[in-house]
């Protein structure tokens, strides 16, 4: 289960494997922790913050993609963990059950284009 966030452009993208293990719902949202070392990817309602709406085809459409712009939340989390903005990153989650969420630990990062996994920043 991974995401890749492109820093140059402000963008993550979520992988359908992600959306798929917390039951492909109609929104997610993004929750970050305070030491912004990890965040989650988590079904929830429209109107909370960080709420991003799944389009509807999404598992069906083979081309379509989750696409996440947000600009404040990528340079703020690439910034505080030291992370250069014009890298592609690619970070692999580990599934909560308890929580029905997907967490990415920033210590997990890698540059994606570069063989080392970890410390790539």
């Not at 492909?24 to 030491?35: D, G, M, R, T, V």
Request: hydrophobic fraction near 40%; charged fraction near 20%; charge should be negative.
């Amino acid at each position: 289960m991974e995401i890749s966030i492109y820093g140059r452009i402000n963008v993550i993208y979520i992988g359908k494997d992600v959306l798929r293990v917390i039951g492909a719902p109609s929104h997610i949202c993004l929750k970050i922790n305070k030491e912004m070392d990890s965040f989650a990817v988590m079904p929830c309602e429209p109107t909370e913050p960080m709420a991003f709406k799944i389009p509807d085809d999404i598992m069906l459409n083979t081309r379509k993609q989750m696409k996440v712009t947000s600009q404040s939340f990528v340079i703020g989390l690439l910034s505080i963990n030291g992370l250069e903005f014009e890298h592609t990153y690619k970070i692999s989650g580990i599934y909560s059950e308890n929580n029905n969420a997907v967490v990415f630990n920033m210590s997990d990062i890698w540059v994606f284009g570069e063989e080392n996994m970890g410390d790539n920043k």
